[in-house]
């Protein structure tokens, strides 16, 4: 069974770096795409960022130049910096691990409260 377990979620100044993390069990962690997402309240889940197995990422465009998504396959973790933090990224983040992505995910973790005061 995958298990995925978030951490490094808090309360941040608007302007401040957040780095979360997400660590993965019961997987073949190299072969898999790792994805962070968020929800706000009253809104949808949306896509922030993406590494697929070879490393290519893609990231949202609200976010793009300001987090950074990378992975350490030997520990089995994806991690999402987030620099330059604004009070509209305040959100639960949530990673997910998906054998067939784009298709679908097939793993979520618990999600990490973000919020980010003005």
């Known amino acids: 069974q995958v298990q995925l377990v978030e951490s490094g979620g808090g309360l941040v100044q608007a302007g401040g770096s957040l780095r979360l993390s997400c660590a993965a069990s019961g997987s073949i962690f190299s072969l898999v795409t790792m994805g962070w997402y968020r929800q706000a309240p009253g809104k949808q889940r949306e896509m922030v960022a993406v590494?697929?197995?070879?490393?290519?990422?893609n990231y949202e465009d609200s976010v793009k130049g300001r987090f950074t998504v990378s992975r350490d396959n030997a520990k089995n973790t994806v991690y999402l910096q987030m620099n330059s933090l604004k009070p509209e990224d305040t959100a639960v983040y949530y990673c997910?691990?998906?054998?067939?992505?784009?298709?679908?995910?097939?793993?979520w973790g618990q999600g990490t409260q973000v919020t980010v005061s003005s």
């Open positions: 997910g691990l998906s054998y067939s992505w784009p298709k679908k995910y097939d793993f």
């Open positions: 590494i697929t197995s070879g490393g290519s990422t």
